[in-house]
């Protein structure tokens, strides 16, 4: 289930959401032009490594670019493919903008960061020796998911369904739930592969969850914060 667009306007041009794309897209194009050994280095160089954060690890000074905590920070805006780039770059594109609206623009940056530094921890606290790089922009664009789906439940989001080969309408909370429930069974599933799998789930729900928490916190005053799951219909608009 991809989504495509969401039927959920806004009044301002979403500079920050544009800036990280650009970012993003800006970064991985510079990462496939350089060498394979080039790009390897990059990874390790720039990606959140959780044992040189969090045990004590430390990278040659042949590969070291950024100082160590700040690779927090550009991690998010490495990626390993570019399935890993278009999926993160089509969820900021469809709901960042609302939550950018609904914080203005320098609360909602730094409320991105947050939601990335907690989706790292998420990952990185149950194996802090971990010496393999966490990159991507997945959890901090998973804290806009919680955020999207505390406050604008009810907002009719256009999704594709490849199995059935269409694209239907469904209210956001449906769409988010279902994106949660999937993380959260394959956090399970890669919990119990050899080397734990590929897709640092465990970033994904850290991120969500911090979004959802985090919001609150964030958002303008006159913006209506709902509790999802109680007394709620979100087939009834």
């Given at each position: 289930?991809?989504?495509i667009?969401d039927?959920?306007p ?10 990280v794309l650009?970012a993003?897209?800006g970064?991985?194009?510079w990462q496939i032009t350089?060498?394979?050994?080039q790009?390897?280095?990059?990874v ?9 954060l969090l045990g ?11 100082p160590?905590?700040a690779t ?9 493919g570019?399935?890993?780039l278009i999926?993160?770059?089509l969820?900021?594109w469809?709901f960042?903008?609302n ?7 320098l ?5 991105y960061?947050?939601?990335g ?15 393999i790089?966490?990159i991507?922009?997945?959890g901090a664009i998973?804290g806009?998911?919680g955020?999207y789906?505390c406050l604008?439940?009810r907002a009719?989001v256009?999704v594709a ?10 209210p956001?909370m449906v769409?988010?739930?279902?994106w949660f429930?999937m993380q959260?069974?394959?956090s399970i599933?890669a919990?119990a592969e050899p080397g734990?799998g ?6 994904h729900?850290g991120?969500?969850?911090a ?12 913006v209506?914060?709902?509790i ?6 979100p087939?009834n608009r």
């Amino acid at each position: 289930m991809f989504p495509i667009h969401d039927e959920n306007p806004i009044a301002i041009i979403p500079v920050v959401t544009y800036a990280v794309l650009a970012a993003c897209v800006g970064v991985f194009l510079w990462q496939i032009t350089r060498s394979p050994d080039q790009q390897q280095i990059i990874v390790y160089a720039l990606g959140a490594i959780p044992a040189v954060l969090l045990g004590g690890m430390e990278l040659g000074g042949d590969i070291a670019m950024v100082p160590d905590k700040a690779t927090v920070i550009t991690s998010m805006f490495l990626h390993g493919g570019w399935m890993h780039l278009i999926g993160n770059m089509l969820f900021l594109w469809v709901f960042g903008n609302n939550i950018e609206a609904a914080m203005g623009h320098l609360k909602y940056a730094m409320f991105y960061i947050l939601c990335g530094i907690a989706a790292f921890l998420a990952q990185a606290l149950p194996d802090p020796v971990s010496a393999i790089p966490m990159i991507g922009a997945s959890g901090a664009i998973s804290g806009i998911l919680g955020a999207y789906l505390c406050l604008y439940p009810r907002a009719r989001v256009l999704v594709a369904i490849p199995i059935i080969f269409r694209a239907i309408r469904l209210p956001a909370m449906v769409v988010l739930i279902v994106w949660f429930g999937m993380q959260l069974f394959s956090s399970i599933t890669a919990a119990a592969e050899p080397g734990g799998g590929g897709v640092a789930f465990g970033a994904h729900i850290g991120g969500f969850v911090a979004g959802m928490v985090l919001v609150g916190l964030f958002k303008k005053s006159d913006v209506r914060l709902h509790i999802p799951f109680i007394h709620f219909n979100p087939f009834n608009r």
